[in-house]
C-alpha cells in the first residue's frame, strides 16, 4: 500500500503546508536527507493550540496536539516531494517540544501523538529515533512543537 493510499485508509485530512513566517525555509533537501523546520500546534480550523501541559493542557490534549504537528509535517514532506509521497524511504529522527510546568514529566507521552501518526501512516518506514524535550515557552504560546527529518529514496 501507498502512503496515500494509508492516508486515505486512515481518514486524515492533511492541512495546507504553510509557508514560514521568519528568515528560513520550512524544508531543505541535502542529498537524500529532508529535513522539515518545526511545525506548530494549529486545530483543524486552523486556530493555535495554546496553553502550558500541566496547567493549561492535559496529557491527552497535548497528545492530540502533537498528532496535529505531525500532520503538518506530513503535508510539508508532501509539497517537497513535488505531491509524491512515494519518494519517502523512511523517518529519520522526530525532535518535540512541549511548553510544560516544571513539575511535568510526560513529555514523551506528550510527543507519542507524532510519533504514533508517522508510524500509522509510514509502516516500518516511519519508525523514527526521538527526542522529548520540555521548554517553558513556545513561538506565539503554542503548546507543542515538532521538526523532523526524513531520508528520500
Known amino acids: 500500500m501507498n502512503y496515500d493510499d494509508k ?3 486512515l ?3 492533511l492541512p ?3 509557508p514560514p513566517v521568519g528568515n528560513y525555509v520550512a524544508t531543505k533537501i541535502t542529498g537524500k536527507m529532508l529535513f522539515i523546520s518545526g511545525q506548530i500546534s494549529i486545530n483543524e480550523n486552523g486556530q493555535l493550540i495554546k496553553g502550558k501541559i500541566g496547567k493549561d493542557l492535559d496529557t491527552d ?3 492530540d496536539a502533537a498528532k496535529r504537528c505531525a500532520l503538518s509535517i506530513i503535508a510539508q514532506v508532501k509539497k517537497a516531494c513535488d505531491n509524491d509521497l512515494s519518494k519517502v524511504r523512511s523517518c529519520v529522527k522526530l525532535t518535540g517540544f ?3 510546568t516544571d513539575e511535568f514529566t510526560d513529555q514523551p507521552k ?9 508510524a500509522s501512516v509510514f509502516g516500518d518506514a ?3 529515533t526521538r ?3 520540555s521548554t517553558n515557552s513556545l513561538p506565539l504560546g503554542v503548546s507543542v512543537e515538532v521538526d523532523a527529518i526524513f531520508e528520500l529514496n
Open 7 to 9: 492516508i486515505k485508509e
Open 11 to 13: 481518514n486524515i485530512k
Open 16 to 18: 495546507e503546508a504553510k
Open 61 to 63: 490534549a497535548g497528545y
Open 98 to 100: 512541549v511548553n510544560s
Open 110 to 118: 506528550v510527543i507519542n501523538g507524532a510519533s504514533d501518526l508517522i
Open 126 to 128: 516511519g519508525m523514527h
Open 131 to 133: 527526542a522529548a524535550v
